[in-house]
């Protein structure tokens, strides 16, 4: 799905920023690293802890996104965002793999194994300290 196509299904709206929200998504999404780093990984953790940073990542595309004045209503849209109007391909493309890995677990039930979940983990709080990184440099 494209951004142009997000915005006809009216899953994406213009609007003016909320600063209020962009700082308490920011701080949702540091609490939610957090915890996510205080849990052990194992079997039983894996899956809690991929969804937990894929939950801080996602706080901080959706603080990014009304920054640049937009609000986003569905996380395919946050890909076709970085893609065509912040021009981050690569980071787009990073989430966009790590946002299936995560739907298939909450989804359809998947199961991660520890080595697995630390490959996913890694990428994520990678492409996290990128956008964070970014949305930073738009303060």
Request: proline fraction near 1%.
């Amino acid at each position: 799905m494209d951004f142009q196509d997000c915005n006809k299904k009216k899953i994406v709206k213009e609007i003016d920023p909320d600063f209020n929200l962009i700082e308490s998504l920011k701080k949702t999404s540091k609490n939610k690293k957090e915890s996510e780093l205080k849990l052990e990984l194992n079997d039983i953790t894996s899956n809690s802890k991929i969804s937990l940073s894929y939950d801080s990542l996602r706080e901080l595309l959706e603080a990014l996104s009304l920054k640049n004045g937009y609000k986003i209503y569905n996380h395919e849209c946050y890909t076709a965002f970085l893609k065509e109007i912040l021009n981050k391909s690569e980071k787009a493309e990073e989430f966009d793999e790590l946002r299936i890995i995560r739907n298939n677990i909450n989804y359809y039930g998947k199961e991660t194994t520890v080595d697995d979940a630390k490959q996913v983990l890694k990428r994520l709080r990678e492409l996290r300290e990128k956008i964070l990184k970014l949305l930073e440099s738009l303060e």
